[in-house]
DNA sequence: AAATTTATAAAATAATTATTTTACACAGTT
DNA sequence: AACTGTGTAAAATAATTATTTTATAAATTT
């Protein structure tokens, strides 16, 4: 293929890898995502291996991840040993489902820590010099359940595609979009 | 102060610490601004170090990072040589300031490569085998810039705080709050 | 202006995270 | 049942990021 628009393809990929780390998350997801996303076709750890110059490894390392994030699916071909890995195509289904993965997880330890806090504080006693400071943290933990409740709300904000109501999409975004 | 109380102010601390570190942000940061939130008045450099067991130097990097953030300042007292330190106290507050200032960074960021990848694309002539590559990858880029421009008023969205319409905070947030 | 307290920069070290190497189990083929 | 290609776990290494140490400049007080 011609060598500029490969260079190009390959700066386009360094992009998405960057955007991807925006999210905190390792370059080399972003890097994967990009490539097959830009090859068009599912591929498999051979290919990512060969195409990133990073061992087979790694790439199952990392496939591994993107599946847990959602945007990633392995895929089987018939008469084919070998796994096919397919990326999410539409960057704001990518954004969605990275926004949402992330903050679910918080939303689920917090909900654990939430209730064990509120238990310990209510059933501690302590002097009535320090009554006070105990009512204040109390109040603290409603704060923060409240909060992390508007998180939760908002995941599903972005979740239900609720969001593009507010703020749409352009038109033709993606060719693949649906 | 009460043993128990001080071990649970401690813990919400690393909470908070915990909270930020998901926005892929150091958890230093985090642990400064619980801190500083958990001690409800601005502290000094001396009572960082002191409060976190960290070096004074440490302390500065981090605050200064803070402040870039948008989620801490700096406040003189008058007779008093050392600068006091005071963070954004609502918790929605932080949550917007760390989203925004993570993404309109990016969308900086973007903006610049954008222009110059499309110049380079359409100045650069390629054989006519690969024009149907090219202009693919033109559109690629098509894409890319919606998918920012999204993004951009996705940010516009937060920080103008139309997302409360929406998705709106309980009452009694908290006891700060505006 | 010398002495002291503050903040920060630059270099060195420690801790964490990303990546590779080595090893092994599992499924399909001969 | 031995053989080959596939995916992944565990341990080892490399790279990156967080933190401290050492050094210095600016502001304030004496």
């Given at each position: 293929?011609d060598e500029?628009l490969?260079?190009?393809?390959e700066?386009?990929i ?8 925006a999210?905190?998350?390792?370059e080399?997801?972003?890097r ?10 599912p ?14 490894m ?10 847990e994030l ?6 089987r ?7 096919y890995?397919?990326?999410e ?16 997880r918080?939303?689920?330890k ?6 064990r806090?509120?238990k310990?504080?209510?059933?501690t ?10 009512e204040?943290?109390?109040q ?9 409740d508007?998180i939760?709300?908002?995941?599903e ?6 969001i593009?109501?507010y703020v749409?999409?352009?038109?033709g ?5 649906k």
């Amino acid at each position: 293929m011609d060598e500029f628009l490969q260079y190009k393809k390959e700066q386009f990929i360094d992009k998405i890898a960057e955007n991807m780390h925006a999210f905190g998350i390792s370059e080399t997801i972003g890097r994967i995502l990009g490539t097959i996303y830009m090859n068009r076709e599912p591929m498999t750890l051979d290919e990512l291996s060969e195409a990133t110059g990073m061992s087979k490894m790694r790439m199952s390392q990392v496939v591994r991840e993107m599946i847990e994030l959602g945007i990633a699916d392995k895929i089987r071909r018939k008469g084919d040993r070998k796994d096919y890995i397919q990326v999410e195509n539409d960057y704001y289904q990518t954004f969605i489902s990275l926004f949402t993965s992330n903050w679910q997880r918080e939303v689920r330890k917090s909900r654990a820590f939430e209730q064990r806090f509120s238990k310990d504080i209510h059933q501690t006693n302590v002097d009535a010099s320090s009554q006070q400071e105990k009512e204040i943290l109390a109040q603290e933990m409603d704060d923060w359940k409240n909060y992390y409740d508007w998180i939760n709300r908002l995941v599903e904000f972005f979740e239900s595609e609720e969001i593009f109501k507010y703020v749409p999409k352009k038109e033709g975004e993606n060719r693949y979009g649906k």
